[in-house]
């Protein structure tokens, strides 16, 4: 079976560890939680200081009227076998404290570097470590005296605020309080005794000790509270009997204060019965022993609950990445393997099982139509602007029968209005996939790691893009180009049948009707003549915008989007595979945060694991 201090040793190791790494007491942390301590609670100038002085056998503690102690102490007590005593501080911890004036100095300038020289508190609990052959291992929390109002200097909300910190650790189901309360009061008045009974009615976690039982008024003693008649606890009172101001004035040492209250016990009429059971060294090795107690009936929720937490910090540490290896060929594989994953949230965006991709439909079915409904048709295809254009056209001889070359022209000018909405669909797809690029960048997991590697395939794929729709406006722009080049003949064969049937079928009717107006050169210059060029052009156009409202978007796709989804990174991995080893290792230049995050979270696996194992060889070998 495992020694009493070879587990409280280990429990405050994991304790100090825990504190280190964030999971200290005062911030509600789990491991905290689990491992039992013990807090000391009491009123204003209750003795708490000289309880804890007598039983770590040192003065080491600031003294004053007031608040004194205004942030927590977390105060861890190691029986060594010889050497002297020392102590060392976690926000220190390459210094040795062997002169304990010099400790007791640093407590009130680590605390008056948090809360500045005034009455304020902080529950950010200051770590400190005392090393003794004459200690027993133990974990005790120096907490702020409970006060009932505040004096000059202090907030209003002090008495509140100092509850509500003493509470925050007295809560926990597996801390121990230690009630202290002063032998010259009544103890129905107790602020300790008060705030143990509303954590603890049972009374299962609290201690109570009896403190100045050497300043009651003659022929008066405290037989009734230490022996439980008063107030009963299901642990026996402590009494106390501490230094007093004269002596603590003349350095009494606490080696021969305890003797003396030793001494005082051990005479006394009213408690030599007791003296067994009283006095400092009693209770610290009563308080050891439940806590060892208390250790063994813990072991099991402890040691789920560090499971638990190496669990959950493997899944964390899968989730952000393990340690990249040095040599080039597994960098090499690292980065392919974060450009693939680059690539399979790119793509679901690009075909809908992430949003976005949505916004390319959007450009050909609405801003595609938009812009081509806004081309100036009307302008260009006026009356007056076809009668400039076919006169132009026919130069000093007039047209015989039709104006091919006005009708051309007309035709030509038409259809170059489709460049700019053409041109402007390849570049609002272009705008679609860089954002596409950046958003799935951002939301690719295992890239968050490595900020420059981000930057370097944002650089590429962007490269990539722009190349892309290059080829989508030189496609689409030769779409709009043929349509010119070569003119679909049937249309207007199919057109000019259709005038005639129209004509005959009108003549027959009223022959006078259709008959054209009277005057020279009538074809030339009569509006309906140069109306019904506008008119047929018109047509041509209106087939060619349907033509070109398909295939525009078809080109697009080809040339911009596919090419994103097969080749987007394919000259990167080129230009990666030809990289040294120190490039590669440049590449996969960790985010600074995120290299601190997984350090600590090896720290807290490796300490989580450290406990569990030790846990187990100490606890049950």
């Not at 679909?488 to 129209?502: G, I, M, P, Y």
């Not at 295939?551 to 989804?565: D, G, N």
Request: proline share 5%.
């Amino acid at each position: 079976m495992a020694t009493m201090e070879s587990l409280i040793g280990l429990i405050n190791k994991i304790q100090r560890a825990c504190t280190v790494l964030g999971d200290h007491g005062g911030e509600g942390m789990s491991l905290w939680e689990a491992l039992p301590s013990v807090a000391v609670v009491g009123g204003q100038s209750s003795g708490k200081s000289s309880v804890l002085e007598s039983v770590v056998g040192r003065d080491f503690l600031p003294r004053g009227s007031g608040i004194v102690t205004r942030r927590p102490l977390v105060l861890q007590l190691h029986k060594i076998e010889r050497g002297p005593d020392y102590a060392e501080f976690l926000h220190a911890p390459r210094k040795k404290f062997t002169d304990f004036a010099a400790v007791r100095k640093e407590i009130q300038d680590e605390t008056d570097r948090i809360t500045g020289k005034s009455k304020q508190i902080s529950n950010i609990p200051i770590q400190l470590s005392i090393y003794s052959a004459n200690v027993v291992d133990l974990t005790l929390i120096d907490l702020p005296g409970l006060t009932k109002v505040a004096v000059e200097g202090q907030p209003e909300s002090i008495v509140e605020d100092i509850e509500n910190m003493v509470r925050s650790y007295v809560e926990k189901p597996n801390c121990i309080i230690l009630a202290i309360s002063p032998a010259n009061q009544d103890i129905a008045t107790s602020d300790a005794i008060k705030l143990a009974r509303e954590v603890d009615p049972t009374g299962e976690r609290t201690f109570g000790v009896l403190t100045k039982l050497d300043l009651m008024d003659k022929g008066t003693n405290a037989q009734d509270v230490l022996e439980g008649r008063s107030y009963r606890l299901q642990h026996p009172w402590v009494g106390i009997v501490n230094r007093s101001q004269a002596e603590i004035n003349k350095n009494i040492d606490m080696i021969s204060a305890r003797r003396k209250e030793h001494e005082y016990f051990e005479t006394s009429p009213d408690y030599g019965h007791l003296a067994s059971k009283m006095g400092s060294e009693y209770l610290a090795k009563l308080l050891s022993k439940h806590l060892e107690t208390v250790i063994r009936q813990r072991i099991p929720s402890i040691i789920a609950l560090i499971n638990k937490n190496i669990d959950e910090l493997n899944a964390e540490l899968d989730r952000i990445g393990r340690p990249i290896a040095v040599d080039s060929g597994a960098q090499l594989y690292t980065i392919l393997e974060m450009c693939r994953a680059f690539e399979r949230v790119f793509k679901e965006h690009l075909d809908g099982g992430r949003p976005g991709g949505d916004r390319i439909y959007g450009v050909f079915d609405h801003q595609l139509p938009a812009a081509l409904k806004k081309l100036p048709f009307d302008r260009h295809l006026s009356t007056k602007n076809v009668q400039k254009v076919v006169s132009e056209a026919d130069g000093y001889q007039p047209h015989l029968i039709a104006p091919e070359q006005g009708y051309r022209r007309l035709i030509d000018g038409s259809i170059s209005f489709f460049r700019g909405p053409a041109e402007a669909s390849v570049d609002a797809v272009h705008f679609v996939l860089k954002e596409l690029v950046r958003k799935s960048i951002a939301e690719t997991e295992e890239l968050k790691r490595f900020p420059t590697l981000s930057a370097d395939i944002a650089a590429a794929a962007t490269e990539a893009l722009e190349k892309f729709r290059e080829e989508g406006r030189k496609t689409v722009l030769r779409l709009v180009d043929m349509e010119s080049s070569y003119l679909t003949v049937e249309f207007f064969r199919k057109l000019h049948a259709e005038s005639d049937r129209n004509m005959d079928r009108n003549s027959e009717k009223n022959p006078e009707k259709n008959a054209p107006p009277p005057g020279p050169n009538m074809d030339r210059y009569a509006d309906y003549h140069f109306r019904k060029i506008g008119s047929n052009v018109s047509g041509y156009i209106g087939m060619v915008c349907d033509t070109l409202k398909n295939s525009i978007p078809k080109a697009v796709v080809y040339c911009q989007v596919l090419s994103a989804k097969r080749s987007l990174l394919n000259h990167f991995y080129a230009h990666v595979g030809r990289q040294e080893k120190e490039r590669l290792g440049a590449m996969l230049d960790e985010d600074p945060q995120l290299m601190e995050r997984r350090t600590m979270i090896a720290k807290r696996l490796e300490l989580y694991k450290s406990a569990r194992d030790e846990i187990d060889a100490v606890a049950w070998k």
